[in-house]
C-alpha cells in the first residue's frame, strides 16, 4: 500500500477508535458504583457480553453489584464503526456487619399473610421499575451531581451486612439517614414518582425514576407527600421521616438501583475522593 494511503488509513481508522470510545461524564468504579457516559447515538452497547439500552442521544448508565466482579467489559459498536472494548476496573470494596435490635417481630419472622403481603410488594415494585425502564422515558437527571435527601447523621450504609432481632438477613441495600420523625425528604435530583406505597417490609415506600433505569427508593415514611406520576425537581418535598415496616427507629432509608441492581446512593453526592472501601 502507498505510504500516503497507509497513513490516510490509519488516521481514518484512529479517528473512527476514538468516535466509537465511550465519552465519561462520571463515574465512581467500585462495587456499588456506577459509570455515566455519552456514545455514538444508536452504537449497540454489552457489559459483560450483555445488550444494554442507550438513551437517543447515546446517554449511557451503568450500575454495578454489590458483589461484581472487579474486572468489567464495556463494548462499544458504533453502526459504521469497529467496535470499542473498554476495561472497567472496579477498586476493592469490604463491608461492614451490622446488628440491628428492636425491630417489630412480625418483620422478622412473618406469617403466611404477611408473605404474601411482602410479595405483593415486591411485584408492585418489580413493575414499577419495570415502567422506570422503559425507553421512551430517558431523561438525564443522572448527568449531575445529586444532593442529600436531608442532613443528618449516617446510621447504616451500603452494603453491610444485617443481622435483625439477632437473626441475619440480607445485606443492606442502602444508605440510612437518623432523623427525627416529621423531617423533610427532598427529591435529590429531577425524576417522576413511580410508587407510593404503604409496604410491609419498607413501610412508606416511595420510588422515583431519573431516567436511565436509574430509580432511587425511600422507605419507612411516616407521610408520603406525593403520589404516581407526579413530576418533582432537586429539592422538592416527597415525604417525612418516620419508622414504619422493619426499622428500630426514625430514619430514612435511601435506596438506589441502576434497573434490578442496588446500588450505594451516597456515591452519587460525594466526590470520588472521598469514597472508598467502607
Known sequence: MHRGLMAAVLVWLGTAAWAAAPQVVRQDLQPGGFYVAKVAAGATVKLNGTEVETG????LVL????????????AVC??????VETILQLKPRSYVTQNVTKVPAKTVEPD????????ADNAATAAARAKAREGARWRTAYMDAFVLPLEAPTSGVFGSRRTYNGQER??????????????PVRAPADGIVRLARD????GNLIMLDHGGALTSVYAHLDSMDVKVGDGVKAGEIVGRVGTTGRSSGPHLHWGMYWQNTAIDPILW???????GAR
Open 63 to 74: 450500575g454495578f453489584d454489590r458483589n461484581a466482579e472487579p474486572r468489567q467489559v464495556l
Open 269 to 275: 453526592v460525594r466526590p470520588p475522593a472521598r469514597t
Open 170 to 183: 440480607s445485606w443492606h441495600r442502602g444508605h440510612d439517614l437518623a432523623a427525627p420523625t416529621g423531617t
Open 199 to 202: 409496604t410491609f417490609m419498607s
Open 78 to 83: 458504533p453502526a459504521q464503526a469497529a467496535c
Open 56 to 59: 437517543p442521544g447515546g446517554e
Open 112 to 119: 403466611p399473610a404477611q408473605v404474601a403481603r411482602v410479595k
